[in-house]
Structure formats: structure tokens, C-alpha cells
């Protein structure tokens, strides 16, 4: 599991790549997190700060977005529409005219 430092310096590689810009789309993959993607589409991201062994993604209304990857997760960034190709699962992402933000998980495989 990452600890702060490693939190941090993804932290800051996020804050750097899409804080002071408008989010385009936002994608939840969790059921109960969809209402929120209209909400958040549209407004600017403030910030992206580590908060212990996680990281919360502010917007310019209030609302701020906690984000744990876990053991296995990891943030990619890219530029818009170059997803580098993964097996990987999207369980959170911010896109904005520069940069896609976007938080990964390994898939379970079942036997």
C-alpha cells in the first residue's frame, strides 16, 4: 500500500496536470456516485491533495471527490483520447481539455 510520500508525489503529479481547469466529464463507477457526475461536470478543479493514505480532487463549488486506491490501484494520465491500453478497471476519472485523470484498479479474476 503507498504511503505518504508516494501519496504525495501522485498527488501533486495530479494537481499539476488538471487543478485551475474545467471538468469535461467525470465518471463514477460505482452506482450510488453517479448523480454526482452531472454535479461535477463543468466545474473547475481547484485542487488534488493526499489526505493520509488517499487523496481528495476539490471542485470550485465545494464538493471534493476522496479517492483510496487501495493495494493494487494507481492513477494514469494522459492526454485526451490516448488511454494507454490496460486490463485495468476504471473506477474513477476526470477529464479535461488537457488532461484525462483517470484511477485504475486491477480486475478480479475468477477461477
Not at 501519496?7 to 474545467?22: M, P, Q, S, V
Not at 491500453?85 to 485504475?104: E, K
Request: with cysteine; charged share 20%; glycine share 6%.
Amino acid at each position: 500500500m503507498p504511503e505518504g510520500p508516494e501519496i504525495r508525489r501522485a498527488a501533486d503529479k495530479l494537481h499539476r496536470a488538471i487543478a485551475g481547469h474545467i471538468a469535461t466529464d467525470v465518471f463514477f463507477a460505482f452506482d450510488h456516485l453517479k448523480p454526482y457526475e452531472e454535479e461535477l461536470i463543468g466545474r473547475t478543479v481547484t485542487a488534488v491533495k493526499p489526505y493520509g493514505k488517499a487523496m481528495v480532487t476539490y471542485f470550485d463549488h465545494g464538493l471534493g471527490v476522496y479517492s483510496h486506491n487501495q493495494l493494487y490501484g494507481i492513477w494514469v494520465i494522459c492526454k485526451p483520447n490516448a488511454i494507454p491500453h490496460s486490463r485495468r478497471q476504471l473506477r474513477f476519472a476526470v477529464h479535461t481539455p488537457q488532461r484525462w485523470a483517470h484511477s485504475t484498479v486491477l480486475q478480479t479474476l475468477r477461477c
